[in-house]
């Protein structure tokens, strides 16, 4: 089976913003902290160190309500440069051990190290090495997780952490998985874990006992040949050395709630900007053509909505149309805006017929 001859190995900074801020400020060391917007306006949480997320600030939360939970959390903001530099510095430590480095994020990559030499080729000593030359040269720890494949390496790289290490080997997949959450599958979102649970199906193991035509009827076919091919621990998809951007888009979190009837000008402030950065991206980048335009609006409960519509050019028009369109799906005050575009390869584009 082809995943057998893989070493993947999935590598995710421990905390990275924060764990970078604490390190050049050593005073912030051993104190809740978190890199994110100030509360006042309305702001919230990048990343949070451990001692921070011991009181249940995490990614995404409103910088307010981290306060109310922490209110001895120290808030820094983002230097997104400062950031850049250090990933720049990890994502060097990962070439020298394989050219097949997907970049998920600033923090977090899949390396394919299946033809890699050195430490006698084992996957487990390679992912040793990584994480000792990332501390040696960055000061910061990062987890990292060795499987046959992209999905196992994944979970497997949140398993031990922080600065933690855990090998899934081939002849081991079958029982790890079988005791795996099915919340822990990729692309398990609320809704399918609670028609999933309805029916009792619960783990990995499960999910292997039922057919495809039983599954198909609750989550549709597609998804249900994938979901249980990961189930059973199965993902042949390639790490990919250049990742391809499928998206642009700019957002804003607004100092105070806006009224729907204030929402048009204000976005049209932040489409005016996107546009114009959008322009001097698809100078840099021709191979990228604009397939379809997309509105995304945070109402003040948190609940958020995204719009599209194919639009090959992201005209003001056509992102006001969605706007009317999000705006009827919730009467609340408006929190956050944004809007932008996915991209196509212009060598997909369907040729013109005459």
Avoid at 44 to 61: D, P, Q
Avoid at 76 to 98: A, C, D, G, L, Q
Avoid at 288 to 300: C, E, R
């Amino acid at each position: 089976m082809k995943d057998k001859k893989r070493k993947i190995i999935h590598v995710d900074m421990d905390c990275f913003f924060a764990a970078v801020e604490v390190r050049d400020q050593p005073e912030l060391k051993g104190k809740a902290v978190a890199v994110g917007g100030a509360a006042k306006r309305r702001g919230v949480i990048a990343a949070a160190n451990y001692e921070a997320r011991n009181f249940g600030v995490h990614s995404a939360l409103s910088t307010a309500i981290a306060l109310r939970r922490c209110p001895e959390l120290i808030i820094v903001r983002p230097n997104m440069s400062k950031y850049k530099e250090v990933s720049t510095e990890v994502f060097k430590i990962f070439r020298k051990y394989t050219h097949l480095v997907e970049a998920i994020s600033l923090d977090e990559a899949f390396l394919d190290v299946s033809e890699c030499p050195l430490h006698h080729g084992s996957g487990t000593l390679i992912a040793e090495a990584i994480k000792k030359d990332i501390y040696a040269k960055t000061g910061l720890r990062a987890s990292a997780g060795i499987a046959p494949n992209k999905y196992l390496a994944k979970i497997a790289s949140d398993w031990m952490k922080p600065d933690g290490i855990y090998t899934i080997p081939p002849e081991n997949i079958e029982k790890f998985v079988q005791q795996l959450p099915v919340k822990k599958i990729w692309g398990v979102g609320k809704e399918t874990l609670r028609e999933l649970r309805k029916f009792g199906l619960e783990t990995c193991a499960d999910l292997q006992k039922i057919s495809v035509k039983n599954l198909a009827k609750l989550i549709g076919t597609n998804r249900a040949e994938e979901l249980l091919e990961l189930a059973k621990g199965i993902d042949n998809r390639e790490v990919k050395a250049n990742r391809e951007r499928k998206s642009y888009t700019r957002e804003r979190t607004f100092d105070s709630d806006l009224s729907h009837g204030e929402c048009s000008d204000a976005l049209k402030v932040i489409f005016d900007e996107c546009k114009k950065k959008l322009k001097a991206y698809l100078e840099e980048k021709p191979q990228y053509k604009i397939k379809t335009s997309v509105l995304k609006v945070k109402f003040a409960d948190f609940t958020s909505t995204t719009v599209e519509c194919g639009d090959l050019n992201f005209e003001w028009s056509v992102i006001e149309s969605l706007l009317t369109k999000a705006l009827e799906r919730n009467q609340l005050r408006v929190r956050l805006m944004g809007c932008g575009v996915k991209f196509t390869k212009h060598d997909s584009a369907q040729p013109d017929l005459f």
